[in-house]
């Protein structure tokens, strides 16, 4: 990416400006020392110039050291030489000595670092040096230095002085092109990459005027012809205020999110997300929104034709399970008359007949009843007859109803009732509909010789109902599906013994009651099923005790 090739360029020119200025300090040292040996060679150096020349040396010496350790190790650099350079200076006679010159050392120090910002520090500790210097030959005795030492070193610190400051300047101002170069590279591709990325980006003003604008042009919307325009008038009328809420929402949250037609094209679509910059402006981002809005309508439409559907398959089965209802409703009556010999006596085969179609209705009825109302469920037609009533007068009744067929099945069914009324506030006919449904559950699962115990109890405003079973258990496999319409665990006998709408009304009732249904079984251990509801008008004081069974 175009800012992380300027960043490593950047560190690059960064390492290569603290190599240039160890060499520079280096050779700096390397003139200083040479003026030295030679100067002692020729027996010219006194005390005062050795000392001198010792403390500029040192300062460059610094200089190497301190050039690799970043910006405070520039900035001692550049001190030291301040420091350096009055000391030196002042040895030798002061601003009218022959290491004037080296006033300037600071100044050349700095740009040998190649770093614009430290020119004015280098300059104020060149000026400030001076002055110094200056004011000590004006009011202290300073040492004079005469004969040829004083030319000698008066000549070295003028092109040491000079050669040095040449190349520093020089070093600096091919950094700074190198530097600008860069910037321009790295701009050239930044705005390359706006230019030609999907989106509309465009940085707008706190009352949505367009600054600058790049991408590609977006349904009649070309970014560079727009700009010092209110963003606004880009966008069809009846979305503008929307705009100008987001444009608001933007500034005071941070960020916002819209869907827009623009003005040049009303068929259009487009997203705008906008982001909240420092400045008082405002990022934002235009994207073409047509194919994810014409994918969403396809959902939607999808949606509606599978509800519609939906509706219709239970409208119908509606419909024709009340048409079913009232022939079956004759074949189990006449059924039962013929069973019962009212009329006279029958042959036993025919009573037999009688009693199976009389049991096939039943059945049939049972099933039909079940459909009819998981079907107004669905449609969103079903409707609770709420009253309140002794929760456990309901599961009394079903128990009662329900020993005949768990005797039959050679299975023990228990009541666990509390003792205290558990005055509910419900359908009655649901609460009957979803114990009947869970005791008929239980019995086809049990084998015989096992148990099945219903317990009713309160748990604050919370109905507990819990059906209980020692039969064979569920499969895991098998709990992920019971629940819906038309799911059925067990063998083939078990599945043909029911319809698969059993559980799913009890979740449905329960639901509708606004409470849950939970199961909880292994294979070989039995199953619990358990629904709660919060319809009990008042909290229940006594704990749930065994009673004798319904």
Same mark, same amino acid.
Do not use: C, N, W, Y
């Given at each position: 990416m175009p800012h992380v090739r300027y960043r490593a360029a950047t560190r690059r020119r960064r390492r290569r400006g603290a190599g240039f200025a160890r060499a520079w300090h280096a050779l700096f040292a390397l003139a200083v020392a040479g003026l030295g040996a030679a100067l002692a060679a020729l027996g010219l150096l006194a005390a005062a110039e050795t000392a001198a020349l010792a403390a500029v040396f040192a300062a460059a010496v610094f200089g190497v050291l301190l050039a690799g350790l970043g910006a405070p190790g520039r900035v001692i650099a550049i001190i030291v030489w301040a420091v350096a350079a009055t000391f030196a200076v002042q040895l030798t006679g002061g601003a009218g000595g022959p290491l004037a010159a080296w006033c300037l050392t600071p100044l050349a120090a700095a740009a040998a670092f190649r770093r614009a910002e430290l020119l004015a520090l280098g300059a104020a500790a060149a000026v400030g040096v001076a002055g110094v210097c200056a004011l000590g030959g004006a009011l202290l005795p300073l040492p004079g230095l005469a004969g040829p030492a004083a030319g000698w070193l008066s000549l070295a610190a003028s092109v040491t002085t000079v050669l040095g400051l040449a190349a520093a300047l020089i070093g600096l101002q091919v950094a700074a092109a190198h530097d600008a170069r860069a910037r321009d590279e790295t701009e050239l591709e930044l705005r390359e990459a706006l230019d030609h990325q999907p989106q509309q980006v465009l940085a707008l003003d706190a009352h949505g005027r367009i600054l600058t604008a790049f991408g590609p042009d977006l349904m009649g919307l070309r970014p560079y012809r727009r700009r010092d325009q209110p963003f606004g008038d880009l966008v069809a009328l009846e979305h503008r205020l929307a705009v100008d809420d987001a444009l608001q929402t933007a500034a005071r949250e941070g960020s916002a999110e819209l869907f827009l037609a623009p003005a040049s094209d009303p068929a259009g679509w487009l997203e705008l997300s906008l982001k909240r910059l420092t400045g008082n402006r405002l990022a934002a981002a235009l994207r073409d929104a047509r194919p994810q809005r014409a994918r969403e309508l396809e959902l939607e439409q999808a949606r509606a034709s599978a509800e519609q559907q939906n509706a219709g398959k239970s409208r119908f089965l509606a419909n024709m399970s009340h048409e079913l209802r009232t022939p079956l409703n004759a074949i189990m009556g006449f059924s039962d008359i013929m069973r019962q010999r009212l009329f006279g006596p029958m042959a036993d085969r025919y009573t037999e007949y009688a009693e199976l179609i009389h049991e096939s209705g039943s059945h049939l009825l049972e099933l039909i009843n079940?459909?009819?109302?998981?079907?107004?469920?669905?449609?969103?037609?079903?409707?609770?007859?709420?009253?309140e009533f002794d929760v456990r007068d309901a599961v009394g009744a079903v128990l009662r109803l329900m020993r005949g067929q768990a005797e039959r099945a050679g299975v023990t069914l228990r009541g666990v009732l509390p003792t205290e009324p558990l005055e509910a506030d419900a359908d009655r006919r649901a609460i009957k509909q979803i114990t009947l449904n869970l005791v008929s559950n239980a019995l086809k699962f049990t084998p015989r010789g096992?148990?099945?115990?219903?317990?009713?109890?309160?748990?604050?405003?919370?109905?507990?109902?819990?059906?209980? *079973? $020692?039969? /064979? !258990?569920?499969?895991?496999?098998?709990?992920? =599906?019971?629940?819906?319409?038309?799911?059925? #665990?067990?063998? +083939?006998?078990?599945?043909?013994?029911?319809?698969?709408?059993?559980?799913?009304?009890?979740?449905?009732?329960?639901?509708?009651?606004?409470?849950?249904?939970?199961? *909880? $079984?292994? /294979? !070989?251990?039995?199953?619990?099923?358990?629904? =709660?509801?919060?319809?009990?008008?008042?909290? #229940?004081?006594? +704990?749930?005790?065994?009673?004798?069974?319904?």
């Open positions: 079940d459909v009819l109302d998981m079907s107004k469920i669905e449609a969103e037609r079903f409707e609770l007859a709420r009253e096992g148990t099945v115990t219903v317990t009713a109890q309160a748990d604050g405003d919370v109905l507990e109902l819990v059906v209980t *079973d $020692s039969g /064979v !258990g569920i499969a895991p496999d098998d709990l992920e =599906r019971l629940g819906r319409p038309f799911e059925q #665990a067990g063998d +083939a006998q078990q599945r043909a013994a029911g319809s698969g709408l059993g559980l799913s009304l009890v979740r449905a009732f329960a639901a509708l009651h606004g409470g849950d249904m939970t199961i *909880d $079984s292994r /294979v !070989g251990d039995g199953t619990t099923v358990t629904v =709660r509801m919060p319809v009990l008008a008042l909290p #229940a004081i006594e +704990a749930p005790a065994p009673a004798a069974e319904a």
